[in-house]
T-cell receptor, first 114, second 111 residues
Framework: EAGVTQFPSHSVIEKGQTVTLRCDPI?????LYWYRRVMGKEIKFLLH????????ESGMPNNRFLAERTGGTYSTLKVQPAELEDSGVYFC????????????FGAGTRLSVL | GEDVEQSLFLSVREGDSSVINCTYT??????LYWYKQEPGAGLQLLTY?????DMKQDQRLTVLLNKKDKHLSLRIADTQTGDSAIYFC???????????FGTGTKLQVIP
């Protein structure tokens, strides 16, 4: 069974540009999460989808970040316009409904904003 | 509060036991986790413990939970060079699905 996959693995963009990150969760997982780790800091929660609905977006830093999960399958996270402080590693995770909250993580997308 | 604290670095010799410690502040946490991140890889769930347990053992891994002191530890027996990685302590506060992570402890295993 495929795990959580993220694309691209690395993105280098200039300040002011737009970048879209994609996450494909494990098939059948209703819950999808985005996290990010900026340099030297903790991994921080961004938001949580249950199917296509945003359950908790309390961690989204500002309105330059837009997450979508149309159809309740894969999700995208768009940063527009990107700023230098957005650089970091963006992780996606998924988990099934019910049972213990065991989240399975992707390898992450390393975003470098120059 | 949502702070989870860990020491940043631990160095051990191959074959010795490693003990990675973590303190957390949210006493309502339902689950506590240990994740492992190898270079260039994602976060791999190593083990988790439910808050009503005080110990869990899984092969070379032993997790100890002291709820009174809000202290979680991960012991790796017979540490191997393949155990070199960053280990993250994490918790899920009651009523939430999000996971709160510590800063991570980099484990270096010396051959």
């Amino acid at each position: 069974e495929a795990g959580v996959t993220q694309f691209p693995s690395h993105s280098v963009i200039e300040k002011g540009q737009t970048v879209t990150l994609r996450c494909d969760p494990i098939s059948g997982h209703d819950n999808l999460y985005w996290y990010r780790r900026v340099m030297g800091k903790e991994i921080k929660f961004l938001l949580h989808f249950v199917k296509e609905s945003k359950q908790d977006e309390s961690g989204m830093p500002n309105n330059r970040f837009l997450a979508e999960r149309t159809g309740g399958t894969y999700s995208t996270l768009k940063v527009q316009p990107a700023e230098l402080e957005d650089s970091g590693v963006y992780f996606c995770a998924s988990s099934p409904s019910g049972g213990p909250n065991i989240q399975y993580f992707g390898a992450g997308t390393r975003l470098s904003v120059l | 509060g949502e702070d989870v604290e860990q020491s940043l670095f631990l160095s051990v010799r191959e074959g010795d036991s490693s003990v990675i410690n973590c303190t957390y502040t949210d006493s309502s946490s339902t689950y506590l986790y240990w994740y492992k991140q190898e270079p260039g890889a994602g976060l791999q769930l190593l083990t988790y413990i439910f808050s009503n347990m005080d110990m869990k053992q899984d092969q070379r891994l032993t997790v100890l939970l002291n709820k009174k002191d809000k202290h979680l530890s991960l012991r790796i027996a017979d540490t191997q060079t393949g155990d070199s990685a960053i280990y993250f302590c994490a918790e899920t506060p009651r009523g939430y699905q999000k996971v709160t992570f510590g800063t991570g402890t980099k484990l270096q295993v010396i051959p």
